[in-house]
């Protein structure tokens, strides 16, 4: 079946510098979504990436799809401590009409020293 | 709108013990699914709902039961629990897919089982 892969698993940075995660999946997604998890808390949607090559921009944060729809990266400039959290990519697989499974990475965790 | 519910916050069952975890949401959602979240291994689809009177198999199905009798409501059933269901379970709801892309998902607050 379909797996998404996501690097790193950790990630320490010092408040102000900048932060990736990179994902990839193992088949051709038709798209891309991105989640963030606060600690505690529970997985909530940051944005959908679904043409080759698109870029989104959200203040901080930049989200990137490849050409070849089978990875998508996202990078945080100068952290704050209020990005500390898990973040994930998942990616669809189909089963019929209307019907699809999401796959998540294992998410990057992310932490940000003040 | 209250959004995605989940019920309870936190269980302790037993080896061997049943119980239904709950899940409603209040949007008019077609699409629900449930996720268990375990450290390290991200989020991993159980069993998922297209539609009511609809249900299909996730990733990883083996000790759980659904059913979707109304476009509200999607509980979880445990049949006999076992340590290694001891998770956070996650609930989640969309409005399904449109133009073949699935619609972002809406999580609930989750519940925390713990199976000794």
């Known amino acids: 079946g379909q797996q998404v892969m996501q690097i790193p698993q950790y990630q320490h940075v010092q408040e102000g510098e900048d932060f990736t995660t990179y994902c990839n999946s193992s088949?051709?997604?038709?798209?891309i979504q991105w989640y963030k998890q606060r600690p505690g808390g529970h997985p909530v949607f940051l944005i959908q990436?679904?043409?080759?090559?698109e870029v989104k921009k959200q203040k901080r944060l930049t989200f990137q799809f490849g050409e070849a729809k089978k990875n998508s990266s996202l990078h945080i400039t100068a952290t704050q401590t209020t990005d500390v959290g898990t973040y994930f990519c998942?990616?669809?697989?189909?089963?019929?009409?209307?019907?699809?499974?999401?796959?998540f990475g294992k998410g990057t965790k992310l932490s940000v020293i003040p | 709108n209250a959004g995605v519910t989940q019920t309870p916050k936190f269980q302790v069952l037993k080896t061997g013990q049943s119980m239904t975890l709950q899940c409603a949401q209040d949007m008019n959602h077609e699409y629900m699914s449930w996720y268990r979240q375990d450290p390290g291994m991200g989020l991993r689809l159980i069993h998922y709902s297209v539609g009511a009177g609809i249900t299909d198999q996730g990733e990883v199905p083996n000790g759980y039961n659904v059913s979707r009798s109304t476009t509200e409501d999607f509980p979880l059933r445990l049949l006999s629990a076992a340590p290694s269901q001891t998770s956070v379970y996650f609930c989640?709801?969309?409005?399904?897919?449109?133009?073949?892309?699935?619609?972002?998902?809406?999580f609930g607050p989750g519940t925390r089982l713990t199976v000794t």
């Open positions: 088949t051709t997604l038709s798209n």
């Open positions: 990436l679904v043409k080759s090559g």
């Open positions: 989640a709801s969309s409005y399904g897919a449109g133009s073949g892309n699935p619609y972002e998902q809406y």
């Open positions: 998942a990616g669809p697989s189909y089963s019929g009409a209307g019907s699809y499974q999401l796959t």
